[in-house]
């Protein structure tokens, strides 16, 4: 089951198989693993970024 737009049909699908009413097709465990793989090396390099960016802010001078 394929769409290419974010309906509300497709949320409406979605809705149904978390709440168990509509079984999802079989597929490889593999791709479940990569796909998490990459939300973390994602988010751990948007983490990154925006440590470095802080790091790298200089401190606000007093008025004299």
């Known amino acids: ?20 009413e509509l ?5 490889n465990r593999l791709i479940g693993v990569m796909a998490t793989l990459l939300a ?3 988010l751990g390099g948007s983490c990154y970024a925006v440590w470095k960016m802080v790091g790298q802010r200089q401190p606000p001078q007093a008025p004299r």
């Open 1 to 20: 089951m394929r769409f290419r737009r974010l309906t509300p049909g497709y949320f409406r699908v979605l809705q149904m198989q978390v709440a168990g």
């Open 23 to 27: 079984r999802v097709e079989p597929r």
């Open 40 to 42: 973390v090396l994602g």
